[in-house]
């Protein structure tokens, strides 16, 4: 069986796909964060530029973007922050959980238990 190499494996590729840069702008998204393509690939951009914004034609969150490209979270934050910042594709953050549920008055619960127990 031909054992297949994760881009991870040769660090001068990572470091060729990110032209040097080793980290991105970690408030632009986070794993969960849905990327959307804007735009179709144009001729001459690079190679997982094209396929990001063909797997993103469809929303399709940060973490899964890397495992399909087969490449570490960290080097997919940043090819997809330089797409983020030429329009190329958009970022939809998931809405954020309130921070406390508003709970029913404990009076009323108890008065519901009651009417519960004369039934």
Do not use: W
């Not at 396929?51 to 034609?57: A, F, G, P, S, V």
């Not at 549920?101 to 009417?115: C, F, M, R, T």
Request: glycine content about 4%; overall charge negative; hydrophobic content about 40%.
């Amino acid at each position: 069986m031909i054992s297949r190499r994760v881009a991870s494996e040769n660090p001068d590729r990572l470091y060729t796909v990110t032209g040097g840069r080793s980290h991105a702008d970690e408030s632009a998204m986070d794993m969960v964060t849905l990327i959307v393509s804007e735009c179709d690939p144009t001729p001459g951009m690079q190679s997982e530029h094209v396929k990001i914004l063909q797997m993103c034609r469809q929303p399709m969150a940060v973490v899964e973007v890397s495992s399909e490209l087969k490449l570490p979270i960290s080097v997919v934050r940043i090819l997809l922050c330089d797409l983020l910042d030429t329009g190329r594709v958009t970022a939809r953050h998931p809405p954020k959980a309130p921070a406390k549920a508003q709970l029913p008055d404990p009076h009323i619960l108890e008065q519901v238990l009651v009417g519960l127990q004369n039934l």
